[in-house]
């Protein structure tokens, strides 16, 4: 089926996909940080102080995911996505009319639970249970809507902030989370039926069955793949919320570094569709483990950049790897372990994920404050990714192995 004729015929499943993914913006931490400064100033917040109220709030919704998340093999995309805009609403309202810095972990994770976690998570469940032979096409479409608000939402709220209170900017962003609601239950008006109540499109996983979360998590793969699963997360987040910081020693205009990001986003975009592309044609055993070299280099360039050139190159890499990591892991759940469980399967690792962006702005935001400089701890960052991919080649080379032969 060609790509056209593929986005043709589900075009409205698809759209769901990006609406969900677009609406996780108000939880990510690219646009979060862009009232970092605001935040920090009108609470007295030193950047070791507000990346740990990140991490506690965070850290909760992890926590919150991992029943949460498996709410999407029980309810239809339409009802439990409604359902989670609303509470996105409710959250940007809470972030608008906070008034005491005590609350302000409490905020963070009604924005990153609703945002960040169940919004993504809603989509590419739904692109992994939906779509088999054209997992990775429907995924590197519905994951457009990441990079969309990625590429818009920071550089349109930093413009607005000149001329709007940063407060009535996240009153804003509830009201477009409130006109996303109509527009998803028009596009699901003849939702697809999810997994729990039609098993005939379901696909094995190793050893050629369906895999629930407590088997998954007891197999060696799960735990050779969350270090790889942790790291993005974590250090992708404390790049962009540490981004008016780096701006800073780095002798930039913050609106210099914001004015990159659309680059960072269409490259993203490349890399995710070429991504897509190739795990329908090879199958993700063979991609997944060398998708964090790029982020290796990402980092370093970060850490020895002198001005605006070498964070670009920097951002360039990180992309390579940020595009790859939107679609070719989700795919990868479902080829290894099967698409009966895939909700509560995936809600353990999107656990892992939001908690890695819990600990990420919290562990450099103290480094910071301890005197360990942020070029420092990139070098670090980069050594971890190193470990990383590492540890991929050697857990998927292993459990390979173990897949069914394709018929």
């Known amino acids: ?65 991992v029943w949460a998340g498996g709410l999407t093999d029980m309810f239809r995309v339409r009802a439990l996505g409604a359902v989670v805009l609303v509470l996105t609403a409710s959250a940007c309202l809470f972030m608008a009319s906070v008034q005491a810095a005590w609350l302000l972990p409490f905020v963070i994770f009604a924005l990153r639970f609703t945002g960040q976690g169940m919004t993504s ?9 939906w779509f088999i032979a054209t997992r990775g096409r429907a995924l590197s479409i519905a994951t457009l ?21 940063w407060r009535l900017l996240w009153v804003l962003a509830a009201g477009i989370a409130v006109a996303a609601i109509p527009v998803l239950l028009l596009l699901l008006r003849q939702e697809r ?13 190793m050893q050629g069955r369906h895999w629930t979360r407590n088997q998954a998590i007891q197999h060696f793969l799960f735990w050779f793949m969350v270090p790889a699963m942790l790291g993005p997360a974590a250090f992708n987040t404390a790049f962009f919320f540490h981004q008016v910081h780096y701006a800073d020693i780095k002798g930039l205009a913050h ?28 199958g993700t055993g063979r991609l997944m483990p060398f998708t964090q070299i790029p982020i290796i280099l990402g980092f370093l360039c970060y850490s020895v ?85 590492l540890m991929m080649i050697i857990g998927v080379g292993r459990a390979r192995a173990l897949l069914a032969p394709p018929a």
């Open 1 to 65: 089926m060609s790509t056209l004729r593929f986005f043709r015929d589900n075009l409205p499943w698809l759209a769901a996909g990006v609406l969900l993914t677009f609406m996780s913006g108000p939880g990510q931490t690219f646009f979060i940080s862009i009232f970092a400064g605001h935040i920090r100033d009108e609470f007295g917040l030193t950047h070791g102080q507000w990346g740990t109220i990140y991490t506690l709030g965070t850290g909760a919704s992890a926590i919150l995911m």
């Open 121 to 129: 998570h809603l989509a590419v469940v739904a692109m992994s249970r």
């Open 145 to 165: 809507g990441f990079t969309i608000g990625e590429a818009t939402l920071p550089v349109t709220f930093v413009m607005l902030m000149v001329f709007f209170d």
């Open 193 to 205: 039926t999810p997994q729990s109540f039609a098993q005939s499109d379901s696909t094995l996983g």
């Open 255 to 282: 609106i210099e570094l914001v004015s990159l990001f659309p680059i960072y986003t269409g490259l993203s975009v490349i890399s995710m569709i070429i991504g897509g592309a190739l795990l329908d044609r090879l």
């Open 305 to 389: 950049a002198p001005g605006l050139g070498f964070t670009l190159l920097g951002l360039m890499f990180m992309a390579m790897t940020t595009g790859a990591m939107m679609t070719v892991p989700n795919a990868f759940w479902a080829e290894f372990y099967g698409t009966r469980h895939i909700g509560s399967v995936k809600a353990m690792l999107a656990a892992v994920m939001v908690f890695g962006s819990a600990i990420g702005p919290g562990i450099t935001g103290l480094g910071i404050d301890a005197g360990l400089g942020i070029e420092t701890q990139f070098l670090i960052i980069a050594s971890y990714f190193l470990f990383t991919t």
